[in-house]
């Protein structure tokens, strides 16, 4: 059974840090996937990573995976304001069944 | 546009009726899901659909029901078993092959009163 942590579970840091968000997974999964969520809002989806070593960067966020590992991790450069959100990550179990399981998810919170 | 439409975005439901929350896509996808989130918690997986006619459960089934009778709909009732409805659901849809990304509707946020 997939089963999907992340940490910190809150963070609250100020404008123009770096912070990492790590997401570690307990079996083998296929892929990962992270997602921003706004307050009362749908995911909206920011990466997909579907092989080893892969890595992928939007604006100040990147994102990597390394499946020997089990780790996803989601830098954050030099934050601003609006990217304060709760992000998730998820993984995918994609043979015979697929079926995605969340982390907890990690509310970041972005101080001016 | 393509993309997945819930409905209602609002509903309140007292204790004992039965509630059906809609969902629609215009992606092609092949499936579907239902999460549940509670308010500060993860998304917690209910149902889910690969093909037309066939349903398996997620993590917490127990209180809901849904059908797959066409490719585009993937309704989720809320029956008066489920014990704790009150909770954000949240309808997404997926291809089968290629990533794989999931793509989430806005949202349906039922109360019980």
């Known amino acids: 059974e997939l089963k999907v942590e992340q940490n910190p579970l809150f963070l609250s840091m100020q404008e123009g840090k770096n912070y990492t968000i790590y997401c570690n997974y307990s079996?083998?999964?296929?892929?990962l996937y992270w997602y921003r969520q706004d307050p009362g809002k749908s995911l909206e989806s920011l990466f997909v990573?579907?092989?080893?070593?892969a890595v992928k960067q939007e604006g100040r966020l990147m994102a990597s995976l390394d499946t020997k590992a089990r780790l996803s991790t989601l830098h954050i450069t030099a934050a601003v304001h609006d990217l304060s959100a709760t992000y998730f990550c998820?993984?995918?179990?994609?043979?015979?069944?697929?079926?995605?399981?969340f982390g907890t998810g990690t509310r970041l919170k972005v101080l001016a | 546009d393509g993309g997945i439409t819930q409905s209602p975005k609002y509903l309140f439901r007292k204790e004992g009726q039965n509630v059906t929350l809609s969902c629609e896509q215009n992606?092609?996808?092949?499936?579907m899901y239902w999460y549940r989130q509670d308010p500060g918690q993860g998304l917690r997986l209910i149902y889910y659909?690969?093909?037309?006619?066939?349903?398996q459960k997620g993590d917490i089934a127990e209180g809901y029901s849904v059908s797959r009778e066409k490719k585009e709909s993937f309704p989720l009732t809320v029956t008066s078993a489920q014990k704790n409805p009150t909770a954000f659901y949240l309808c997404?849809?997926?291809?089968?092959?290629?990533?794989?990304?999931?793509?989430f509707g806005e949202g349906s946020r039922l109360t019980v009163l």
């Open positions: 997404a849809s997926s291809k089968l092959a290629g990533g794989g990304e999931l793509f």
């Open positions: 079996t083998t999964s296929d892929r």
């Open positions: 990573l579907l092989s080893n070593g």
């Open positions: 998820a993984g995918a179990l994609t043979s015979g069944t697929y079926k995605y399981i």
């Open positions: 992606l092609n996808h092949d499936a």
């Open positions: 659909s690969q093909i037309v006619n066939d349903f």
